[in-house]
């Protein structure tokens, strides 16, 4: 059985905009205007709303699902690799994922390259995070969630943590995370024509803007996570599309969680696109893997 005409149409939806952005001789706040468009894919989550927030100096957005828990709470990244998009193109797609936890969500603006390059939205994440402690919310009942780079930095932040002997969040959400900043994976090239959003050529122009540092080693086990020591990770959930250049950048730390004793799951999305949860109540399946993260966070932040 192939993919829903819904999921062909989202597929679309994807292409269109890549083709727009795209366009030769775009300056990139207008690349950036474009990407932002992405939060078209999704419909309005039902009973959820919003409310704009300084998370200790981090411009974030919460979205808040009708009789949402109030001790608990998702962190959330969004998408656009760390050099387009924002808060408000993954709005909607986080609203959903909060209304499938009952929990609300903080959407972090974090800064964007080449203005800001690495590690500064990591240290947006960690600002973010402290901002949440600071509100009262204990480390085992906030979600660590996002997709794309988003994805990344979902499990970059728990691992940074770790490394400064501090409380993680008490579980992870990571959808179609980059991993492998060598780009060596197969997935990569294998996947050129099915994945409607991202190329190799894109993953090269992101890297640039983001890793800045003269002579950087892209297999740096701080920002290619693939062989990272895993140990002390939070139950995580690792969900990708099938059809995505980082297929296996999802597929690879993901079958490695087990090796590290860390209480996971994997689910790969057929045919499914990077960053699919963009489909959030249009696409069928990609509202089935949302409803299995609501699972997952519910079931380990005991929401």
Known sequence: MGASPEAHEFAEFLASVSAKSSTPGLDLAVIRDIVDCHHKASTEPEGVTYAEVDAGGVPALWAVPEGADPDRALLHFHFGGPVTASMYSDRKAAGHVAKAAGVRSLVVDFRLA????????LDDAETAYRWLLSQG???RNIGSTGHS???????MLPLRLLAQGEATPGAIVSVSPWTDLTLQN???DENEDNDKMLSRTTLE?????????P?????????SLVHADL???PPTIVLYGEYETLADDGARPGRRLKDFKVTSE??????????????AGRVPEVDEAIRQMGQWLRKHLGA
Request: glycine content about 10%.
């Open 149 to 155: 780079i988003g994805g990344t930095l979902a499990l």
């Open 231 to 233: 140990t002390g990770l």
């Open 266 to 279: 994997v689910h790969p999305l057929p045919e499914g696109q990077h960053s699919f949860v963009l489909g």
């Open 215 to 223: 002579g950087v080693d892209f297999a740096n086990l701080e920002i």
């Open 205 to 213: 122009l992101f890297r640039a803007a983001w890793l800045q540092e």
């Open 137 to 139: 919310y204990e480390p």
């Open 186 to 188: 197969a997935s990569v």
């Open 114 to 121: 080449p203005e800001h390059p690495y590690p500064a939205q």
